[in-house]
């Protein structure tokens, strides 16, 4: 089934890779970014140029996920463009690398923004719609640092990606009676194949930083990075987090997994995260909420859709 889809965070790393995929699968897929009209302009080309080659129906869309209004519009032009939007990814994020204390609270506000209050400001645009068609699918690119091993110097990110990742748990069990489904996508660290650290963010408090680095803890950068790094395998790609996309997206409505863990390093987030589901989901029981386990399915002339 033909779906169209929404990728936020599309102008590289997964929601690059993930668009493109989704859009070879037979989807119409929205590469969404912001300053598509500037920094972004050759990016916007490439994506283009990308689609007429292989031709698939892959676009690009203005969508600045701090700004409410730019969440407005990028929604409102598919839904004038197609009448529905099937599909929303939630992908859009920044990391940030540095000792904790040299972040300004502000520097983690902005973290948290960037990746956790973006997905509300989508949310509210793209949700109206979705109740209204009474069935969607919304999908959360997290991480398995949300609850797998986490190594020092990655607090902002980390923090902030726990954060989303809840978001999207309760958000699965309010929208499930519209006929709206829910589905977790938690990729490892992916030292190749991505930006993520490449573009990571640095401490604003050059002092702190400066005194961490004089420190007992001055080894601590160059064991962390190192250290992931060989836990990756060598064949470890960044492209079977879209290729876990585009099955999920396939997958019949009302059957897609709840989660799904693409981390070749195997840091544990899926031993604690099965656990918590599994936590989650006998409450719900008790409490006389099972049926938000699943979506609703909408029918039309007393058969499901």
């Given at each position: 089934?033909?779906?169209?889809?929404?990728?936020?965070?599309?102008?590289?790393?997964?929601?690059?890779?993930?668009?493109?995929?989704?859009?070879?699968?037979?989807?119409?897929?929205?590469?969404?970014?912001?300053?598509?009209?500037?920094?972004?302009?050759?990016?916007?080309?490439?994506?283009?140029?990308?689609?007429?080659?292989?031709?698939i129906d892959l676009r690009t869309v203005e969508l600045d996920v701090a700004s409410e209004a730019s969440a407005?519009?990028?929604?409102?032009?598919?839904?004038?463009?197609?009448?529905?939007?099937?599909?929303?990814?939630?992908?859009?994020?920044?990391?940030?690398?540095?000792?904790?204390?040299?972040?300004?609270?502000?520097?983690?506000?902005?973290?948290?923004?960037?990746?956790?209050?973006?997905?509300?400001?989508?949310?509210?645009?793209?949700?109206?719609?979705?109740?209204?068609?009474?069935?969607?699918?919304?999908?959360?690119?997290?991480?398995?640092?949300?609850?797998?091993?986490?190594?020092?110097?990655?607090?902002?990110?980390?923090?902030?990606?726990?954060?989303?990742?809840?978001?999207?748990?309760?958000?699965?069990?309010?929208?499930?009676?519209?006929?709206?489904?829910?589905?977790?996508?938690?990729?490892?660290?992916?030292?190749?194949?991505?930006?993520?650290?490449?573009?990571?963010?640095?401490?604003?408090?050059?002092?702190?930083?400066?005194?961490?680095?004089?420190?007992?803890?001055?080894?601590?950068?160059?064991?962390?990075?190192?250290?992931?790094?060989?836990?990756?395998?060598?064949?470890?790609?960044?492209?079977?987090?879209?290729?876990?996309?585009?099955?999920?997206?396939?997958?019949?409505?009302?059957?897609?997994?709840?989660?799904?863990?693409?981390?070749?390093?195997?840091?544990?987030?899926?031993?604690?995260?099965?656990?918590?589901?599994?936590?989650?989901?006998?409450?719900?029981?008790?409490?006389?909420?099972?049926?938000?386990?699943?979506?609703?399915?909408?029918?039309?002339?007393?058969?499901?859709?």
């Amino acid at each position: 089934m033909k779906h169209v889809i929404l990728v936020t965070g599309a102008s590289s790393g997964f929601g690059l890779l993930a668009s493109k995929a989704l859009a070879h699968a037979g989807h119409t897929v929205y590469a969404s970014m912001r300053e598509t009209e500037t920094r972004n302009a050759p990016q916007v080309a490439a994506v283009l140029a990308y689609a007429r080659q292989h031709h698939i129906d892959l676009r690009t869309v203005e969508l600045d996920v701090a700004s409410e209004a730019s969440a407005d519009a990028a929604v409102a032009r598919l839904i004038q463009d197609h009448g529905r939007l099937d599909v929303l990814v939630h992908n859009a994020g920044h990391m940030s690398f540095g000792p904790a204390e040299a972040f300004t609270p502000e520097q983690f506000a902005e973290l948290y923004d960037i990746n956790v209050l973006s997905t509300q400001r989508v949310n509210r645009a793209a949700l109206p719609h979705l109740r209204k068609q009474g069935q969607g699918l919304v999908l959360w690119v997290s991480s398995s640092s949300a609850r797998g091993g986490t190594p020092p110097y990655l607090a902002p990110y980390f923090a902030a990606k726990a954060a989303m990742d809840s978001l999207a748990v309760t958000y699965a069990g309010e929208l499930a009676r519209w006929g709206i489904e829910t589905s977790i996508i938690v990729p490892g660290a992916f030292t190749k194949g991505t930006n993520h650290f490449a573009h990571a963010g640095k401490p604003a408090d050059e002092a702190r930083v400066a005194e961490y680095q004089a420190g007992p803890t001055a080894d601590i950068p160059d064991i962390a990075l190192k250290g992931l790094a060989a836990l990756e395998p060598e064949d470890a790609d960044a492209n079977t987090v879209a290729d876990a996309i585009v099955q999920v997206v396939g997958t019949p409505f009302g059957k897609r997994p709840f989660r799904v863990h693409i981390d070749p390093s195997e840091d544990g987030a899926e031993i604690v995260n099965g656990v918590a589901d599994r936590v989650r989901a006998e409450l719900l029981r008790r409490i006389g909420l099972a049926d938000v386990l699943k979506p609703r399915v909408k029918k039309v002339g007393g058969q499901a859709t």
